[in-house]
């Protein structure tokens, strides 16, 4: 079997014999270039399997190289070398397409981790995008798209911002990227961060010794630790306090955590992904989520679409679903059931179809489920149905209240008064639902 062919670009010459002596003990032929020209002139020659190179060249940038890489019939994975401090230039490179970065002074054990994940990325194959089909079911052109982009992601160890509604299926498109991944075969670690007690989320992040507060029986691994060689997906990001905000940002540009109690930081490597149903934008504009943190978090942004927005794909959600629900796929929706459905906007999402037609089931004769077994919310929440909104209707704070009042006494009625039942369906923290009931003046419902 060939040795692996990696392209090393840097004009200092102790940088490529330190990169050159390292390569080689790993059983991988190396080619040096100078410059962005030698290094074109051997891309187009050689069959090269990795670049790194340096950002700052003779003759141009890195960045120079990733973008030339990127035009390639078969773009290879590269990773910049940059100077300590340069986060922001790793970062835009990135963005361009770059697999990962390392930082100087360089960290051997970091660079040997680097180089073993690029190369162990396949040959793209053609039936990736159908095996992803079906998991992440769909054929409108936002799923298609979708299915397009987790596939170029998980070629990549840039981290992935992925926005949308709750239960629109956030988490699978994380692990839809894990999969994929040359880091499939490593854990995959999803936490919600607003589940987390905010006085044991820094131990819970990133560890603790033995003896390190009361209760602290022994050491204990973070989940950073937890997800070492694999990837991290943050849910709920948005609900972190602003003083771990701090340190997960310093975790993400060091690649380093330091263990509740212990004096030496210790190195991680770990792929993130981060996910919330809020608006981060405007909570940095609210000086709520730190700016620093969005920019590093956000090098990626996928958006998960509300199922509203691709009803057409609701007969092949609805077929699966039930199809998962009874084990065969006996149970059918009249037609009108089915219109019903596609008519229908779905605040919970693909969460909420699941909760319909495991309802539905409970419900129907035996047949065909038909629309009074899907019972489904009245009044406001038919795409089709519900009127647009005018200026007769009083504001548009008014008019919105009424429908998010409507939704919770909705919410509440199915779930027999149980608040914390009624939040969940809702897609709400507890916090936020409690909120919610004293700003509309129906705490005392």
């Known amino acids: 079997m060939s040795k692996p062919q990696v392209l090393i670009v840097d004009d200092e010459p102790d940088i490529r014999e330190l990169l050159e002596i390292t390569l080689t003990r790993m059983a991988i032929d190396t080619h040096s270039a100078e410059n962005v020209t030698e290094a074109k002139d051997i891309l187009k020659q050689k069959s090269i399997d990795l670049c790194l190179t340096d950002m700052r060249l003779p003759d141009g940038s890195g960045l120079e190289i990733v973008d030339y890489i990127q035009t390639l019939a078969k773009p290879i994975p590269v990773a910049v070398i940059t100077a300590h401090g340069s986060i922001d230039m790793a970062i835009l490179a990135m963005k361009k397409g770059a697999f990962d970065f390392i930082s100087k002074p360089i960290d051997l054990p970091a660079l040997r ?9 396949s040959e793209q ?4 995008e159908r095996r992803t089909r079906h998991l992440l079911l769909g054929e409108s052109p936002a799923m298609r798209e979708i299915r397009t982009k987790i596939e170029k992601l998980a070629r990549s160890q840039a981290p992935v911002y992925i926005s949308g509604e709750s239960g629109a299926g956030k988490e699978l ?3 839809l990227i894990h999969q994929q991944s ?3 075969d490593r854990p995959f670690v999803a936490i ?25 029986v ?3 691994k973070g989940l950073f630790q937890a997800a070492e060689a694999g990837t991290l997906f943050l849910d709920e990001i948005a609900d972190l306090p602003l003083s771990l905000q701090v340190k997960l940002l310093r975790a993400i540009q060091e690649k380093k955590i330091r263990p509740v109690g212990d004096q030496l930081e210790v190195f991680v490597d770990v792929r993130l992904l981060s996910a919330t149903h809020k608006n981060l934008a405007e909570m940095v504009q609210a000086g709520t989520f730190r700016q620093d943190l969005y920019y590093r978090i956000n090098v990626i942004d996928l958006q998960v679409p509300p199922l509203r927005d ?33 008519h229908y906007s779905f605040p919970g999402n693909v969460r909420e179809l699941e909760n319909i037609l495991e309802r539905a089931l409970a419900l129907y004769d035996g047949s065909k489920i038909e629309v ?25 704070e008014d008019y919105l209240e009424e429908i998010e009042k409507t939704a919770i006494m909705v919410a509440l009625e199915e779930n027999r008064w149980n608040k914390t039942a009624a939040a969940k369906q809702l897609g709400l923290s507890f916090r936020s639902f409690r909120y919610r009931l004293k700003k509309l003046n129906l705490d005392d419902e």
């Open 113 to 121: 981790q680097v180089i073993s994940s690029a190369l162990k990325l």
């Open 125 to 128: 194959s053609s039936d990736k």
């Open 173 to 175: 498109v994380a692990r």
């Open 182 to 184: 040359p880091r499939s």
């Open 192 to 216: 919600n961060c607003g589940a987390i007690p905010l006085e044991l989320m820094e131990s819970e992040f990133f560890g603790h010794k033995k003896g390190s507060f009361t209760g602290a």
């Open 218 to 220: 022994s050491d204990k």
């Open 310 to 342: 691709r009803t057409t794909d609701i007969p092949d959600l609805t077929a699966h679903i039930l199809t998962k629900l009874t084990g065969d796929n006996t149970v059918t929706l009249s037609a009108a059931a089915s219109k019903a459905l596609q």
């Open 372 to 396: 009074d077994d899907l019972n489904l919310p009245v009044g406001v929440t038919h795409v089709a149905d519900s009127p647009l909104y005018d200026p007769s209707m009083g504001t548009l």
